[in-house]
């Protein structure tokens, strides 16, 4: 930008002006004109290196200063030029704020102080106002501040936020001499003395602000406001100029505050931020900071990201991302918590006295609290010392000492191949997952120091990785280290009422060196172009030995790692209530043992997803699959015997139906066909038996009841069997925003339809009583033809803007193995709101007779899965009638998503 040009430009224009607003208005446009062609030449370059963030912040900054000090010539010198000179009418302009630090994103406040000595003058106002109508004019986003040099200092002693801003302000244009005794009084008067209070005042923020954005991990991160996000770094910058004097961090690497190696490292993670920032601004052009899925997508393809390796762009884009989150929550604590123990207050005298320090082991010590090393060079004469101060920090209960994490993390070359293969490291690793009741802490304390990183250079690949769903709320490292802590959970009797049959499992006993091995390796075949499980079995296959356990040991492992989802699949993917579902699990599982062990590692796997994932549904489905698969294991097959169940059935409805005349329970118990006693609990017998007994031939019947222990409301209805019945239930459903997790259909003897339906509402809860009469009057203005639900589904069928860029590849796999009596179409896809009607209403279309259908949902995907026959009653076998239906199917899934994305 060539300043010299712009203000001989303004200068012309200033030369006989007439009216005041007049010259703003052609002021405003003339620097208005400049300021669009530099942001458009911001915007190139940065697009031509789209990493070359801190060029890019400074020439945003260099722009603003450009225009304000233009404007600010054109207010103080044409518009209101100064009369007589006086001491009361000096004025000084000052940058404060990120604006003051000369860091700019393309969206950024300008935020102003004007100074005076004393007090606001007439003349002082005017030009004020002459300069932000200008300034508005530019469609800056002004914050500015009129206040006297006493008033600076007033306001800095009662506000934090406003001393803070001082802290970082910059003189811009006006009386310099002005501003130099701003900074010279605002130290002697207002920061000397009080970095201990600063300190704290900063620490309490940061604590806050970190409760109020969530996680470092968190999905959809706030890269302004989130953990290890820029105000982070920030807040490292405030106090090291407050308590240390620097204008700039370099300086801290001078005081030896940091090591070299640490200031690259943060002066990486700062330029990354601050360019996924700048391009978050330039997306949405609005000051934006929230990094939301649809907005990941655009930002990762703007920095240059691309699909490789079986991974997407964006997915590696979120690791780099995350990864210097990390860096920055290092130093920042680092820096923070020496601070902190520099400014702590100091106990009282009678705790100093009265309370016991805690026992260290030899070569450590206790500083403010935390373990820290003793001698440093003792420290690294044994090599596993890297990994015993972990242990030691987890049987003192005490947190390391940020001196002894900066030494591990300088020297983690000391972890190569003969310190992995020692027995004794081996050992204490295991010590570590197994001993002290609370491995995730020292886990992720060690993940995050790059130690776990470098024992199991396995793991490394997941170090951070993000899956780009809306299924898993963790990065793959964290959802590992989530999982132990769940287990954790469980074995010291947290979870009893919650998780009782994993509870019962611990408690009998199993090995906990296999289960803890296999929980932290399920995962860590991810991110490549293969399926992961396959993958970490082959990795658990190398890495279990080198942790030191026995080949059967590690046989178990390599085989839960292999079918660490195989319970969950069968359980949320299958319908559990038909016998050949348990026992084909039963076969795969082939022991009570690994039986138990699988179910303890399905549980945390879920649990750990997210805080939300787990809730009685999926409870209810895998205590189910875990009770039946036992008592066949322990009593034989034959215990899955359908006549056996179909009998025990209908003899616990006689129980139940109390009052009935013995030729009315006789006819009921008749009147079902055999999939019908064994699809079903005895509470939903019983409703049905009240609900058909005398039914009229065109009577629909409807019970609404929530199933507080699966956490869903049951549907159940009961009507003169017709085709098409399921696909305008679905649809009835979908229209109250019902989501569907469950369904069974049958049709009796006599010809009516028995229906049960499991529904949740849009936040996986059983509907509110409130609303079931709703629901109740949808239905039944559905089946009596009053609402078309194709038709009236087509508004509501439509994807939010951010869940957009999720792609989900369809799969439908056809199965006549699983069932005994129908074949199992499987439709894995991209969920939807009408999706499941749309893919009912094509079975139906097509002759096809649903008697069951299981809906799993992982975030943006959906697993639909049908039990079928043909109008005949039989299996699709052959290739060309599973073809056609699987078109079928395609394009109806195609057609939906074509709609939903208009």
Not at 103 to 122: C, G, I, N, W, Y
Not at 447 to 466: D, Q, T
Not at 574 to 581: E, K, L, M, V
Not at 724 to 733: D, E, V
Request: aromatic share 8%; with cysteine; glycine share 6%.
């Amino acid at each position: 930008m060539d300043a010299q040009k712009l203000t001989a430009d303004l200068a012309r224009l200033a030369q006989d002006f007439g009216d005041e607003a007049d010259l703003r208005k052609q002021a405003a446009s003339l620097l208005l004109a400049y300021r669009k062609a530099g942001m458009s030449a911001i915007e190139a370059a940065f697009a031509a290196a789209p990493l070359e963030a801190l060029p890019t912040r400074r020439a945003y900054c260099w722009l603003a200063d450009c225009l304000v000090s233009c404007t600010y010539a054109l207010a103080s010198q044409v518009l209101h030029p100064l009369s007589s000179k006086s001491d009361e009418e000096a004025l000084a302009l000052l940058a404060v704020g990120g604006y003051g630090r000369g860091e700019m994103a393309p969206q950024s406040d300008v935020d102003l102080l004007f100074l005076m000595p004393k007090r606001v003058t007439p003349r002082a106002k005017s030009v004020i106002e002459a300069m932000l109508y200008i300034l508005w004019d530019l469609r800056l986003k002004v914050g500015h501040s009129s206040r006297s040099i006493a008033d600076c200092l007033a306001l800095g002693g009662e506000d934090f936020t406003i001393r803070t801003a001082l802290l970082e302000q910059r003189f811009l244009v006006g009386d310099a001499a002005l501003a130099t005794q701003l900074n010279q009084r605002l130290e002697d008067e207002l920061f000397k003395g009080s970095e201990t209070e600063f300190v704290t005042a900063k620490l309490a923020e940061r604590d806050e602000r970190h409760e109020r954005q969530g996680e470092r991990y968190v999905v959809e991160p706030n890269v302004k406001e989130g953990k290890g996000g820029l105000r982070d770094l920030q807040s490292l910058y405030w106090i090291a100029k407050y308590v240390h004097h620097v204008e700039q961090i370099e300086d801290l690497v001078r005081l030896k505050v940091f090591r070299p190696e640490e200031y690259e490292r943060f002066q990486k993670a700062e330029n990354f931020l601050w360019a996924v920032r700048c391009h978050l601004h330039l997306v949405t052009n609005r000051p934006n900071e929230q990094l939301t899925f649809d907005l990941q997508v655009e930002v990762a393809e703007r920095m240059g990201y691309e699909d490789c390796a079986g991974r997407r762009a964006v997915e590696h884009f979120m690791q780099d991302y995350f990864r210097n989150a990390t860096r920055v929550g290092d130093l920042t604590r680092i820096f923070l918590t020496k601070l902190e123990a520099i400014h702590a207050k100091p106990e009282p005298l009678l705790q100093r006295i009265f309370s016991r320090k805690p026992r260290v082991k030899d070569g450590y010590h206790v500083i403010h609290g935390r373990l820290a090393v003793l001698n440093e060079a003792a420290f690294l004469s044994d090599p596993l010392n890297l990994l015993r101060i972990f242990e030691e920090g987890l049987r003192t209960g005490m947190l390391i000492h940020p001196d002894a994490m900066r030494l591990v993390t300088a020297n983690l070359r000391l972890i190569d191949e003969a310190f992995r293969d020692n027995r004794e490291a081996q050992n204490i690793f295991l010590d570590l997952l197994l001993k002290h009741g609370n491995p995730e802490r020292a886990l992720r304390r060690m993940n995050e120091l790059g130690v776990l990183a470098a024992f199991l250079p396995e793991f490394e690949p997941i170090v951070a990785m993000m899956q780009f769903n809306m299924y898993h709320a963790y990065t793959v490292d964290e959802h590992t280290i989530q999982v132990i802590s769940n287990f954790s959970q469980i074995e010291r009797l947290e979870l009893e009422e919650e998780l009782p049959i994993s509870t019962e499992i611990l408690r009998d006993g199993v090995d906990r060196k296999v289960l803890m091995v296999a929980m932290l390796l399920h995962d860590i075949g991810k991110g490549r172009d293969q399926d992961h499980s396959v993958l970490g079995a082959q990795i658990a296959r190398k890495v279990a030995p080198r942790l030191g356990l026995s080949r059967n040991d590690c046989d178990t492992v390599e085989w839960l790692v292999r079918y660490h989802l195989l319970m969950s699949d069968m359980a949320q993917k299958r319908d559990i209530a038909d016998p050949r579902t348990v026992r084909d699990f039963a076969k795969a599982v082939q022991t009570v043992k690994r039986l138990d062990l699988l179910t303890v590692l399905t549980v945390c796997d879920i649990r750990g997803v997210g805080p939300d994932t787990w809730n009685n549904w999926k409870a209810a489905l895998i205590r189910a699959l875990y009770r039946q698969t036992r008592h066949a294991l322990e009593e034989g097959m034959e215990a899955l015997n359908r006549e056996n169940r179909g009998a025990e059935a209908k003899k616990a409805l006689r129980s139940e139906l109390v009052g009935w005349a013995k030729k009315d329970i006789k006819a009921e118990t008749a009147r079902h066909y055999p999939p019908y006693w064994q699809g079903l609990h005895i509470t939903a017998h019983v409703v049905f038996a009240n609900l058909l007994k005398g039914i009229g031939d065109s009577e629909i019947r409807i019970d609404l009841h929530p199933d507080d222990d699966r956490d869903a409301t049951r549907v159940c209805f009961v009507m003169a069997d017709h085709p098409g019945i399921f696909s305008r239930m679905c649809g009835a459903l979908a229209l109250v925003g019902a989501n569907i997790v469950d369904a069974r259909t049958f049709t009796s003897k006599d010809g009516y339809a028995t229906a049960a339906f499991w529904v949740q509402d849009t936040e996986g809860s059983p509907f509110e009583a409130a609303r079931l009469p709703r629901l109740r009057k949808m239905i039944e203005r559905t089946f009596a033809g009053e609402v078309i639900a194709g038709e009236a589904i087509q508004t509501r069928d439509k994807l939010k803007k951010r869940e957009r860029a999720f792609r989900v590849p369809t799969s439908i796999t056809f199965d006549n193995e699983g069932s005994e009596i129908y074949t199992i179409i499987e439709v894995d896809t991209r969920d939807r709101p009408g999706l499941l009607h749309d893919l009912t209403r094509t079975l139906a279309n097509s002759n096809v007779y649903i008697a069951s259908a299981v809906i799993a949902t992982f975030g943006e995907q959906v697993v639909d899965t049908f039990y079928v026959k043909d109008m005949f009653g039989l299996k699709f076998y052959t290739e060309s009638k599973q073809k056609t239906l699987e078109n079928k199917l395609r394009t109806a899934i195609t057609e939906g998503a074509e709609r939903a994305h208009a």
